[in-house]
């Protein structure tokens, strides 16, 4: 037998520094034990505070801004803790005090800043860059109501405001003295940035530079998250993507576009001349990073700005040129920004000129329409500005990038094919492991150490514990342990009851139709009507369900109906419920991901094949030894060609011949109704009497129809190869030694998708930053 010995993750990195002399108590108001919530909060706030202080920040020449619509950096308390090598001490000091860290967690609000995986992309990013020591900072925005606070009410989403700052009360985030001027057509706005550190792991510092208004005025909110959109300088910095299902919503989303973009754009050129730069030699001091087409005013605007300082327009766009480059995050129509010229004259008139010029440049260079930066319609293509004038532009996923190469953006790969280049997502291990899995980190540790946390290439020597039945127990007793608690903290937080011997089946993202969760829904009906048919499973399933859907998504939000109908109706029939669970979580989000998520058996990724850029989920599933059931799309293909066959289920149509099917427009989604039987029970429960007693017909009607009359998403063709697959995946679950070790197999491969290396990859290809002098 192994010993398993616990390895404490301060010794290793840690350098001691003077802090290690202060105690948190130094920081309170009173002795500890006599401390408020708010108190002993703020009292770890300022101690951190001081610890990132003596740290200091990485710096250097070049520095990176990466600019993006959304940081979905969670909650930082625990996170920071352990980044700065104080975890285990400030938890003794609490508890030799009566107080628990995990309340203060609890008492701590989560930033709303961010929406999906593209925000958490961002945040793993800035983590990543801290750790592995380059300038670098993430610039957006700080929203007051950010994305929305998620309730259900009648078995429908509804949202709030989601007010996670208490502004003026101490928060990581630090008002600054920096204030820009931002002009807008006919009125001009200050801005006033704000600052949230970025601890790196045993490194300096990074930082998160959030810019806002004092003119915020809550009071034009009304009803939900309804406002008044006309009231830019009250409304500006609200919320994050306000709704745009009218025309002031979208002006709106161009107004904080730009007011992200201007703010950058003059944080940037400032901070460069300040180290000496004469604005020629931009690229010796700055790499800008646009996340996704929300930022690509800065190019535009840079232009105008160096042109302002007298830079000929034709070297101005060279140097942004060479400053910039662009990641894709999708492939959906949507998602690729076009705004109609007009509201570009309207908001940010000052921009058209280069604009125009940049069109011109275009039209004067290539024929292809498809390339153009204005179309026949006056709409602006905010991505095809982002393509002709950056140097690089990227994917996240092999086959995404693929994608985006052969068909999406073929016509621009034909002219830039040296631009193109992919840049696999990742994750940071120290949250998405360290910090929200303690027991497998430890039992990870204890065999082969803990450098892996900042080489995650070491996680591969687990491998070598295949055939140890010890540490393949082990794995299993922590994932009990997980389920374990997840099922408590459910019933003490949120009154719900689950069965942790059940198998934990889970699928959290945005809620979208190309996610499928309709597809799980389908399953879930479909199993419930075996049941009532007499077949009892081996053994019970729960299935967890997280996901925001945007506001304005009609049929997103009926899915989400649905499956709360369908979900009540499982809970009311006690048939079923022994074998049966299915919960959709309310407000899902970072800090519930990190509870959820190591206690996942199987992680759901069943996007249409060619449709999920990426992915990312995924990949903190496999980490935490969750086997992935999967079609191949994203980053799944390379989670399959990490793990073998034998460690991943996969289903469905590739993503070929999906695309093909939308070539042709030769999908009809009622032949596989009519032609499967288990399928048709299925989609007709949708509108059975037991669902519209559960719920609202007009909504259950519409999906209904959504899915036998188009289905744009492809659910049917799937179905069969779906639940097939999940049916094998549930068989194999039940020998526990082999499922064990696809558990070790996931998690040893796990290295690759470590942002750290991600980081390195942008940065050897597109950045050129150095590392910090370490001192
Ligand atoms: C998302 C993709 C994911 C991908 C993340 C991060 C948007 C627009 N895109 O597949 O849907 O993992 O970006 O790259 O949120």
Request: glycine letters at 6%; proline letters at 3%.
């Amino acid at each position: 037998m192994k010993q398993y010995h616990r390895v404490i993750l301060q010794m290793v990195e840690i350098r001691r520094n003077k802090l290690m002399d202060k105690k948190v108590a130094d920081y309170a108001p009173r002795p500890l034990a006599e401390c408020s919530d708010l108190e002993l909060f703020n009292a770890v706030l300022n101690y951190t505070g001081e610890a990132v202080k003596e740290r200091g920040y990485n710096t250097g020449k070049k520095k990176l801004y990466y600019i993006s619509a959304e940081f979905l950096i969670g909650k930082l308390l625990s996170n920071n803790l352990i980044n700065l090598g104080l975890y285990d001490t400030v938890k003794k000091e609490l508890s030799d005090a009566g107080k628990d860290i995990t309340e203060l967690e609890e008492f701590e609000s989560e930033p709303s800043l961010g929406n999906g995986g593209l925000g958490r992309l961002a945040a793993c990013f800035i983590d990543s860059l801290a750790t592995l020591g380059y300038p670098a900072d993430g610039v957006g925005l700080a929203y007051h109501c950010g994305l929305f606070r998620q309730t259900f009410r009648s078995n429908k989403q509804s949202e709030t405001p989601d007010r996670w700052l208490h502004w003026g009360q101490e928060s990581w985030m630090h008002r600054t003295d920096k204030r820009y001027t931002v002009d807008f057509g006919g009125f001009s706005i200050n801005s006033v940035m704000y600052e949230i550190d970025v601890t790196g792991y045993g490194s300096k510092c990074g930082r998160l530079r959030l810019f806002d208004t004092d003119t915020i005025d809550e009071r034009v909110i009304r009803d939900q998250i309804d406002f008044d959109k006309s009231k830019i300088a009250k409304n500006l910095t609200l919320f994050l993507y306000p709704d745009d299902s009218d025309d002031a919503g979208r002006i709106l989303r161009v107004y904080q576009e730009y007011f992200m973009c201007a703010n950058a754009a003059q944080l940037i050129l400032e901070e460069a001349r300040a180290k000496g730069s004469n604005l020629h030699d931009l690229y010796d001091y700055a790499a800008v990073q646009i996340n996704d087409t929300h930022p690509t005013m800065v190019i535009p605007e840079l232009i105008r700005r160096l042109e302002a300082e007298g830079i000929e327009e034709e070297e101005a766009i060279e140097i942004v040129r060479k400053v910039c480059g662009y990641t894709n995050h999708t492939i959906l129509a949507e998602a690729l920004e076009t705004w109609p010229e007009s509201y570009l004259e309207e908001a940010v008139p000052q921009l058209m000129p280069v604009i125009h010029s940049l069109a011109d440049y275009v039209e004067k260079k290539y024929d292809e329409p498809f390339v153009q930066i204005i179309d026949k319609d006056d709409r602006v293509h905010m991505a095809n500005i982002d393509i002709h004038f950056s140097h690089s532009i990227n994917g996240v996923a092999k086959l995404h990038t693929e994608i985006l190469k052969n068909t999406e953006l073929k016509p621009f790969y034909d002219i830039y094919p040296e631009k193109f280049n992919n840049k696999t997502n990742g994750i940071t291990f120290r949250r998405w492991g360290v910090m929200c899995d303690p027991e497998l980190t430890e039992a990870i540790n204890g065999v082969i150490g803990d450098a892996w946390i900042k080489d995650a290439s070491h996680l591969a020597e687990l491998r070598k514990e295949e055939n140890d039945p010890a540490f393949l127990k082990k794995l299993l007793a922590v994932k009990g342990d997980n389920k374990k608690n997840f099922a408590a903290y459910l019933k003490k937080n949120r009154d719900i009851e689950v069965n942790p011997d059940s198998v934990f089946d889970v699928q959290c993202k945005r809620l979208h139709e190309y996610k499928r969760q309709q597809l799980n829904l389908l399953w879930a009906i479909s199993r419930y009507q075996e049941i009532k048919a007499g077949k009892k499973p081996a053994r019970p399933i729960t299935m967890f369900f997280g996901a925001k859907a945007a506001p304005a998504y009609t049929i997103a939000k009926d899915i989400i109906h649905a499956i709360l109908c369908f979900a009540s109706i499982v809970d009311n029939d006690p048939e079923a419920a022994p074998y049966l669970k299915v919960v959709m979580l309310e407000n899902y989000n970072v800090s519930l991901a990190e509870k959820l998520i190591p206690a996942a058996d199987i992680s759901e990724q069943i996007s249409l094949a060619s449709k999920e850029a990426s992915g990312t989920s995924n990949m903190k599933f496999m980490l935490n030894g969750a086997v992935t059931l999967g079609t191949m799309d994203g980053a799944n293909v390379e989670i399959a060609d990490l793990v073998g066959k034998d460690n991943i289920y996969t289903f469905g149509e590739s993503s070929d011949e999906v695309i093909e099917h939308y070539k042709k427009a030769d999908y009809v989604s009622r032949d596989y109704y009519e032609k499967d039987p288990v399928l048709k029970d299925a989609v007709d429960f949708l509108v059975s009497d037991e669902m519209i007693a559960a719920g609202d017909e007009k909504n259950l009607n519409r999906l209904y129809n959504e899915l036998l009359n188009k289905d744009w998403f492809m659910t049917f063709p799937d179905f069969e190869d779906y639940c097939r697959t999940k049916e094998v995946m549930l068989k194999d679950y039940e020998d526990r030694d082999s499922w064990s070790r696809k558990m070790l197999v996931n998690i040893a491969q796990a290295g690759f998708f470590s942002s750290d290396r991600t980081i390195e990859q942008y940065n050897t290809d597109i950045w050129h930053l150095k590392r910090d002098e370490a001192e």
